[in-house]
């Protein structure tokens, strides 16, 4: 599907990232049980991708679900606590909310992504040069190590002089090229 969207709301006196997660993948669950059921998706090759958040939401549906058989996470942010003000959603502190980050942080659930009855690979891709203060280049570099200290098939492409959105015909070409790549493998 493509332009997909997961909205994540609050309800009554929770806000949006209180149960965000569970929001996810209730949403995902139900777009691959609707492509599936149209005929145009196979539940065993399925991919998930995203650029900056979409990234971030790609990152907790493979460690919270078995649904993809691979991910694509461009410029993503997998440590909330790198963030500690605030991020998207969540105007809280860490201060006033560290559950909250510590769930919010993809980094905190490498175990058990490494643990689902199927572990999607990922594939991250960053701007050398991403000056986003919350997707800075190490969140994906430290998620990355993360990923390969469980046992995680990932690759890491850092592309060099980019920053959160990719500008150079270079690089969109390189990243078109990982992307094709990382997919083909599912085919069977």
Not at 34 to 52: E, I, L, M, Q
Not at 117 to 129: Q, S
Request: net charge negative.
């Amino acid at each position: 599907m493509d332009d997909f969207a997961l909205p994540v709301i609050g309800e009554g006196e929770k806000q949006p990232n209180d149960n965000f997660i569970e929001q996810i993948v209730m949403g995902a669950k139900a777009a691959v049980d609707y492509a599936t059921s149209r005929g145009v998706c196979d539940p065993n090759r399925c991919a998930v991708g995203g650029h900056s958040y979409g990234s971030f939401m790609t990152a907790h549906l493979l460690s919270h679900t078995s649904l993809f058989a691979a991910g694509i996470g461009r410029s993503g942010a997998f440590n909330r606590t790198l963030t500690p003000m605030s991020f998207q959603s969540e105007d809280r502190s860490i201060w006033e909310a560290p559950d909250t980050y510590i769930n919010m942080s993809p980094l905190m659930h490498v175990k058990k992504y490494s643990e689902q009855d199927r572990v999607g690979k990922l594939l991250l891709i960053h701007g050398e040069a991403d000056e986003n203060s919350g997707t800075y280049p190490m969140q994906s570099e430290r998620y990355f190590a993360a990923l390969k200290a469980f046992g995680i098939e990932s690759k890491l492409v850092l592309l060099p002089h980019e920053r959160h959105g990719y500008r150079a015909k270079e690089s969109i070409l390189h990243m078109a090229y990982e992307q094709e790549q990382w997919l083909k493998s599912l085919e069977p």
